[in-house]
């Protein structure tokens, strides 16, 4: 199983094929937003990819559109869409370092 990190919580975890970065966080006892539930129609469950970003499924059509809309530039992903598909390592944006 692919092994996901989160930084700055530093949390980590072997996580089944195909989950959702979202999911994975979830799994992990993280808690991301995502105001819209996961349907690709807000921005709120962004994370930064920093290692892996081949590890993830492809962009597709409403996760590209979003992101436009947002002006997030790889390595930005919605964490409800992208799927994870070998080790990856993402950066939660706005989240205090864990002491």
Do not use: W
């Not at 966080?25 to 290692?51: D, I, M, P, Y």
């Amino acid at each position: 199983m692919p092994r996901v990190t989160f930084h700055p919580s530093g949390k980590s975890g072997e996580i089944p094929d195909k989950k959702s970065l979202l999911e994975a966080a979830e799994l992990l006892g993280l808690e991301l937003a995502h105001e819209c539930g996961g349907f690709a129609t807000c921005s709120t469950c962004r994370v930064v990819v920093e290692e892996g970003y081949e590890n993830l499924s492809e962009i597709e059509f409403d996760e590209e559109n979003m992101l436009e809309v947002a002006a997030l530039l790889p390595p930005h992903r919605l964490s409800c869409q992208a799927k994870i598909l070998g080790n990856v390592t993402v950066l939660i944006p706005g989240e205090a370092k864990a002491t």
